[in-house]
């Protein structure tokens, strides 16, 4: 056979609502009614309906609901997280709320160019999203877009907010009590802090409770040593911990697990053991830092898929017409423990 006598390929007219209708012996308007969640009609019957759409395979479709309800059943995600290190947990969490409710998200990153922003923004509109959420790599500096005065909801997961807007973020505190509470339940008794940049907001609110809570148990507080968020650095900050100190650290606390992974290494180029030696807490629970560190690292998770998902909730309500009340909401962090850190110590 020559190739131009190769057969057409013959593919399956979709389902109508037509052919759902005759089916069940109804009007295209009952059927349509009835699987729109509409019109007045006995339970049975519209059971009957739906039953029969799903037997046929029906799809219904998404450009005429969107009319019917006004809403495009879509919603935007703004990042200027260019590798993803936060706004893809967000967006799992995201999705996790708004797939059930028939709700589909695309991302797009706005790096850290205005223009770019905009004509994200300008895009959303132009596709009629149900509502946008903001979110980047640090919860201290706004996106480079402007979004007040949208006319639809936006709402800020891990980055600044607008004023009056509704915003989530992890309590940064809140983690930082954990591991240093841990440590002291452990018995450790010298506790050092090894974070990143002072340009930072988060670095700041982890040190002060950091020194909170040493002060509460009544052990010495050491004020924190600032850096890059890297592993180099974390070895070099055991340089300044260890070399001609009498009082040595029994444990460190860390900004991140990079910082946290470089100051391991540090420990055990020194023959230090970790935890036995000293303990290592990180924060931030990137799994594929956290896990692969030998021994593998406690650390902070900022339980950022929740944050997401209340989030995506959140968004939900008030494409739905209810309201939400503006301002921060922080969502709490849990301890992720592994070996690094150690069992209580004996004395």
């Known amino acids: 056979m020559a190739a131009d006598d190769q057969p057409v390929p013959v593919f399956p007219k979709p389902v109508t609502l037509r052919d759902v209708a005759a089916r069940a012996g109804v009007s295209v308007a009952t059927a349509s009614k009835a699987l729109n969640d509409q019109g007045r009609m006995t339970a049975e019957t ?31 995600l703004l990042t200027n997280d260019t590798y993803g290190r936060f706004s893809l947990p967000l967006m799992s969490g995201i999705s996790d709320a708004l797939v059930d409710n028939g709700v589909s998200v695309f991302l797009c990153n706005v ?20 509502g946008i959420i903001a979110t980047g790599k640090r919860i201290d500096r706004h996106l480079p877009v402007d979004l007040a005065n949208l006319r639809i909801p936006v ?15 992890s309590d940064d505190a809140g983690g930082a009590r954990l591991a240093v509470e841990h440590f002291c339940r452990l018995g450790r008794r010298r506790i050092a802090h090894v974070s990143g940049p002072a340009s930072f907001a988060v670095v700041h609110a982890r040190a002060q409770a950091y020194r909170d809570v040493l002060a509460e148990n009544g052990l010495p507080v050491t004020e924190p040593l600032l850096g890059a968020w890297s592993e180099a650095w974390g070895h070099e900050a055991v340089a300044q ?47 594929i830092v956290a896990e692969a560190t030998r021994p593998p690292l406690t650390s902070v998770d900022m339980n950022l898929v929740a944050l ?32 690094s850190c150690g069992h209580p110590l004996d004395g």
């Open 46 to 76: 519209r059971e009957r309906i739906r039953e029969t759409a799903r037997s046929l395979g029906f799809r219904p479709n998404s450009l005429a609901q969107s009319l019917l309800r006004r809403r495009s059943f879509t919603v935007g």
């Open 155 to 169: 709402i800020y997961a891990f980055t600044q907010p607008d004023p009056d807007a509704v915003a989530f973020v």
């Open 241 to 287: 911990l260890f070399d001609g100190k009498s009082q040595r650290p029994d444990a460190v606390f860390c900004g991140n697990d990079q910082i946290a992974r470089g100051v391991i290494d540090a420990l055990r180029e020194r023959g230090l053991d970790v935890p036995g030696d000293v303990g290592v807490i990180g924060f931030d629970n990137w799994e």
């Open 308 to 339: 997401g998902r209340e989030a995506g909730l959140t968004l939900l309500s008030l494409v739905g017409g209810r309201p939400a009340a503006p301002g921060i909401r922080k969502l709490p962090c849990r301890l992720v423990v592994r070996r």
């Open 111 to 130: 790096e850290e160019d205005p223009r770019l922003g905009q004509l994200h923004v300008e895009a959303m509109l132009d596709k009629r999203v149900d």
